[in-house]
């Protein structure tokens, strides 16, 4: 059975450093996509980016490239999305999600989010 | 940037009625690309329609997708209590940002 298991809740403060994390099992984790979607509180998806572990590459929305960083670890099948520094604005629900296979594919399979509150 | 502009924002609707989704997109999509999700409160989201009419695993058959060029629709043919939720359509092609619409939200009339 395909899992994704992201980490738990996370309050910080304006300015701080945060890395969150999607740890994957159930299928081989190099070979498949693995993206990052937003849903800040009350709105809809937004779709930040996407990594093939394999070879590491990596590709941005355009309105969030420069302000996160999308990464993996192959050898504990875990990826992660990360920010140097942290904005009010980066409230939100953060969802790791799976293609199915190649680009281009759907998301078929999810983590369970990780709620981000930043706050001063 | 491609936009999915969906339609209504909210359909309330009772349980057996029929439910016709739209999803409009701002320049043409190639229909292998186009899935709808669905979302329901404090959930995450999940897949329903792949491909603009392939049908999810384990998705039942009174979802259906259709649709081409700029116009899709997904029909819930007989809305069960399970089915009121949050539904986004989504542009998956090769090039960012895999662009997702805005949601129809299906209530309980």
């Known amino acids: 059975e395909v899992q994704l298991v992201q980490s738990g809740a996370e309050v910080k403060a304006p300015g701080e450093s945060l890395k969150i994390s999607c740890k994957a099992s159930?299928?081989?984790?190099?070979?498949?996509?693995v993206g990052w979607v937003r849903q800040m509180p009350g709105k809809g998806l937004e779709w930040m980016g996407i990594?093939?572990?394999?070879?590491?590459?990596?590709r941005y929305s355009p309105s969030f490239q420069g302000h996160v960083t999308i990464s993996a670890d192959n050898s504990i099948t875990t990826a992660y999305l990360q920010w140097n520094s942290l904005k009010a604005s980066d409230t939100a629900i953060y969802f790791c999600?799976?293609?199915?296979?190649?680009?281009?594919?759907?998301?078929?399979?999810w983590g369970q989010g990780t709620l981000v509150t930043v706050s001063s | 940037e491609m936009v999915l502009t969906q339609s209504p924002g909210t359909l309330s609707l009772s349980p057996g009625e029929r439910a016709t989704l739209s999803c409009r997109a701002s320049q043409s999509v190639n229909s292998r690309f186009l899935a709808w999700y669905q979302q329901k409160p404090g959930q995450a989201p999940r897949l329903v329609i792949h491909g603009a009419s392939s049908r999810a695993t384990g998705i039942p058959d009174r979802f259906s997708g259709s649709g081409s060029g700029t116009d899709f629709t997904l029909t819930i043919s007989r809305l069960e209590t399970e089915d009121f939720a949050v539904y986004y359509c989504?542009?998956?092609?090769?090039?960012?940002?895999?662009?997702f619409g805005g949601g129809t939200k299906v209530e309980i009339k």
């Open positions: 989504q542009h998956y092609g090769t090039s960012p940002p895999l662009t």
């Open positions: 990594m093939y572990p394999g070879d590491s590459d990596v």
């Open positions: 159930g299928y081989t984790f190099a070979t498949k996509w």
């Open positions: 999600a799976r293609g199915w296979s190649g680009l281009p594919s759907p998301f078929d399979s």
